[in-house]
């Protein structure tokens, strides 16, 4: 303020000398540094508060992706189920049975006790011994029965054992449930005509599966040096590790076994 009032005394008295220079010079040297300073405060300010704001923009536009991809997920996933179900209805068309379609809800994977569960039971008119099936082939059968869900064993449990026989020829052997393996079809002849690729089917004796339904396709052929059968391992037709949606043969197939077995010979 003392070098402001000098400087205007000085001009009004009509004197500007050396020493009025050096005092302007040095007041528009501080204003100059003041108005730098103040500026950079200024664009710093302006800088923080944009990039504040690209960063809540960043925020927004990120959570608002996150939940584009979850619906885009959600019509994906409902896409899909809708082939599923469309390709369902469309084999059960063709079928001749009127079968009951069930959801899988749950899974037991011990190696000896493959099962899964339905959701399926009494109320549905469910018994066991009924067939368990899916476009691909042969699933299993009940096994257990409750109100409204029911237990299924897998075809290829070890516990699991089918009559089948090799499609082209309608050779017969018992097919055993061998876990990961797929199956093993025992008791067919050394001079059966076998090869790689043909298809085994159910046989329909006994009367548990229907003649015909596909189990799967012979994977390896074993001639052992003693012994009169081939071993013969199948790979399954059915993926029993993708089970969503199965159909339930309601034929009361235990209760004609049972028939079956009290009729009286003639």
Same mark, same amino acid.
């Given at each position: 303020?003392? &070098?402001?009032?000098? %400087?205007?005394?000085?001009? %009004? ?17 501080? *204003? ?43 019509? +994906? ?10 390709? %369902? ?9 009127? /079968?009951?379609?069930?959801? &899988? ?15 399926? =039971? ?18 299993? *059968?009940?096994?257990?029965? =409750? ?28 097919? +055993? ?10 008791? !067919? ?10 298809? !085994? ?5 006994? =009367? ?21 059968? *081939?071993?013969?391992?199948?790979? /399954? ?8 949606? !199965? ?14 077995? +009290?009729?009286?010979?003639?």
């Amino acid at each position: 303020m003392t &070098v402001a009032l000098l %400087l205007l005394s000085s001009m %009004l008295g009509g004197r500007f000398g050396a020493t009025h220079r050096l005092t302007l010079d040095f007041i528009g040297c501080m *204003q100059s540094g003041v108005v730098h300073v103040v500026d950079k405060f200024a664009e710093f300010k302006n800088n923080y508060i944009t990039n504040w704001s690209l960063q809540e923009e960043n925020k927004r536009l990120l959570k608002r992706g996150d939940t584009y991809l979850t619906e885009l997920q959600k019509y +994906r996933e409902s896409y899909l189920e809708a082939r599923t179900f469309e390709a %369902l209805l469309n084999f059960k068309k063709g079928l001749s049975i009127d /079968p009951l379609s069930a959801r &899988v809800v749950g899974k037991e994977p011990s190696f000896w006790y493959k099962t899964i569960i339905v959701d399926r =039971g009494r109320n549905d008119d469910i018994e066991e011994g009924m067939t368990v099936f899916v476009p691909e082939g042969v699933v299993g *059968q009940i096994i257990q029965v =409750g109100d409204d869900y029911s237990k299924v064993l897998l075809a290829n449990a070890p516990t699991s054992a089918i009559d089948a026989i090799i499609q082209k020829n309608r050779t017969r052997g018992i097919l +055993r449930g061998a876990g990961s393996r797929g199956y093993v079809l025992n008791y !067919v002849l050394k001079n059966a005509d076998v090869a790689v690729g043909d298809y !085994v089917v159910t046989a329909g004796i006994g =009367g548990l599966f229907p003649t015909g339904m596909v189990v799967g396709t012979v994977a390896e052929i074993h001639n052992r040096e003693r012994g009169m059968f *081939q071993e013969i391992e199948v790979t /399954p037709e059915v993926d029993f590790q993708k089970l969503e949606y !199965v159909f339930i043969d309601r034929t009361n197939r235990k209760k004609i076994i049972d028939e079956m077995n +009290r009729a009286p010979m003639k």
